[in-house]
């Protein structure tokens, strides 16, 4: 697992390894003869007796290709300075103390500076797998992004859990194309083991590899057997072919068992659809043996219409005898 560092002042190496400057953070490189400062990560500015001018805040950090191992921006209202780094000492001389010096510094314009900047720099760390992303919908990289893993599902954490009613989850994966055929398929564990039922699918697991096109899905059907006070933990594990493996934790509330809830739903339907079927088979069965006056509420009815009318409707005088009288 490769977390995402708690600062920005970081850079992965031509081999994709992790290198962490955070302890370096505004950590000042002074040049005397410029009279120019460079706080780590922070600025650039130059200092004089009428006064400072800032070159501006750190941008970015990335490596570089050329004869330099890693490149810092700063950038503030249109002034831009540039620090390329070297891991050791200025050519031939060697710096004075222990964390490193300003080798050189070019005055590019009024608005641009260029420094070269010599560091003991850290030690690589685990190797990224870049590009790659692990996210909620399918482009978005709230769980993985670049190949980190992103604050909360670092490790299990309760304000990032799922609810108890969530019982589906879809992920959703993403790569470099002519990378995509490393990423492994996703191995997952359950802490503890009993209590909560997982199920995965998806097409990650039936060898659709991911790219940026063409997302991979990993889905989870979850379903709580037993009720706990503190979140089931779900270790995911992404192997990727030559790189560390890209991992990441989901957490999940079980406030109530959910199969039991829905025993007492199937339990519910069952005697529902009983009752309409005993329902219907009484008044079949009263309206072809017993006649319709059987049926509840027609003594009420015909009293109502008696009342209304003024006559006995259940006298079987014929309509002939009462329209035209008895012959």
């Not at 209202?77 to 050189?104: D, Y």
């Not at 304000?159 to 997952?188: D, R, W």
């Not at 329902?279 to 009293?303: H, N, Q, W």
């Amino acid at each position: 697992s490769v977390p995402v560092p708690d600062s920005n002042c970081y850079a992965l190496d031509n081999s994709s390894r992790l290198v962490d400057f955070s302890s370096w953070i505004g950590h000042p490189f002074e040049y005397d003869g410029k009279d120019l400062v460079v706080r780590f990560c922070k600025d650039v500015e130059t200092r004089g007796q009428a006064g400072y001018v800032d070159f501006g805040r750190f941008s970015y950090f990335v490596s570089s290709s050329g004869n330099f191992d890693f490149v810092q921006s700063y950038d503030k209202l249109g002034r831009t300075a540039q620090v390329n780094i070297v891991c050791g000492n200025c050519g031939a001389e060697r710096c004075k103390g222990g964390l490193g010096c300003i080798c050189s510094v070019t005055q590019d314009s009024t608005c641009r500076v260029t420094v070269e900047l010599a560091i003991p720099c850290e030690k690589p760390g685990p190797r990224v797998f870049k590009g790659f992303t692990v996210g909620l919908h399918p482009r978005s990289w709230e769980v993985i992004y670049n190949g980190m893993t992103q604050f909360g599902f670092d490790k299990p954490r309760r304000e990032f859990s799922f609810k108890t009613e969530q019982t589906h989850l879809t992920l959703y994966m993403t790569g470099i194309a002519s990378l995509s055929t490393l990423v492994g398929k996703p191995i997952i564990k359950v802490f503890p083991e009993n209590g909560l039922d997982v199920k995965i699918a998806g097409s990650s697991l039936t060898g659709n590899h991911p790219t940026t096109l063409s997302p991979s899905t990993l889905v989870l059907d979850w379903n709580c057997e037993k009720s706990r006070r503190t979140p089931y933990e779900v270790n995911v594990t992404i192997p990727v072919d030559g790189y560390d493996p890209v991992q990441f934790f989901l957490t999940k509330l079980c406030e109530y068992n959910q199969k039991g809830w829905a025993i007492f739903g199937v339990f519910s339907c069952v005697f529902l659809v009983a009752s309409m079927l005993f329902c219907c088979g009484g008044f079949i069965y009263k309206t072809r043996v017993e006649g319709i006056d059987a049926l509840p509420g027609m003594s009420l009815l015909s009293g109502l219409l008696e009342t209304v009318s003024g006559e006995d409707i259940n006298n079987e005088v014929s309509w002939d005898e009462r329209t035209y009288g008895a012959i």
